[in-house]
């Protein structure tokens, strides 16, 4: 194993810790991988593990165009179809983070999409572009799997409803960030939808963020 893998293995375990500890996944639901640099490989979690329990070893490393395992005897996510066609589809992603979070989930069984407002925003610039919701189907089928990477044609990330949200990075931790940042604005829209009307940013500050996560090197 090189070091380059050892330390994705590593620096996805603390990816998958820091989610698990700020409570937006739960039980052994969700996945995250990564990309190793420079090949057709990632690294995706085993099926059935909780994020905290997690170690370095653990992940598998699997063929992004065959879905083959390569290495590692655990059964990879139920979710390495999607993982695989987000790689395939992006070709600068590093990493992608789906999660099951309580107000993701809640706004895309409304059947809404996120209204871009709010500070959190500036934290992760990229998904000023739009967050998409993509069309329903059953978790783990290659349906879901088609509908994610066509509603991410151009967005780095996307509300599944009855479901969750997924979001990638040219990182793994830039991932994780991105998808912590659409869970918090969903909880604003969903919290302001109990008392009024979402009001967006103006169009001339989403395309000023846009530029900026161009301008920091962020996958946009
Ligand atoms: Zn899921």
């Known amino acids: ?13 603390v990816v998958g810790i820091n989610l698990f500890d700020e409570g937006l996944t739960y039980g052994a639901s969700g996945n995250i991988s990564a990309r190793v640099p420079g090949t057709d490989t990632c690294l995706i979690k085993p099926s059935g593990y ?13 063929d992004i165009n065959t879905m ?7 059964k990879p996510s139920i979710e390495t179809p999607f993982h695989t066609k987000l790689y395939q589809q992006w070709p600068e992603a590093g990493g992608v983070v789906h999660i099951h979070p ?29 967050i998409p919701l993509s069309k329903f189907a059953m978790p783990g089928t290659e349906k879901l799997a088609d509908n994610m990477v066509d509603a991410m044609k151009e967005h780095v990330s996307c ?60 996958l946009v």
């Open 102 to 130: 309580e107000f993701s989930i809640l706004l895309a069984t409304l059947g809404k999409e996120i209204v871009m407002m709010g500070v959190d925003l500036y934290r992760a610039p990229a998904l000023a572009k739009g």
């Open 50 to 62: 909780r994020f905290c329990d997690l170690e370095p070893e653990h992940f598998l490393l699997v």
């Open 159 to 218: 509300l599944m409803p009855h479901h969750g949200c997924t979001a990638i990075g040219k990182s793994i931790e830039e991932a994780a960030k991105n998808a912590k940042v659409v869970e918090a604005l969903a909880e604003l829209n969903y919290k302001i939808l109990l008392v009024g009307e979402p009001s967006p940013l103006p169009q001339s500050m989403l395309d000023i963020l846009v530029e900026t996560a161009k301008n920091k090197g962020l």
């Open 68 to 74: 083959e395992v390569l290495k590692g005897n655990a």
């Open 1 to 13: 194993m090189t070091d380059i893998e050892q330390q994705l293995r590593e620096r996805l375990t």
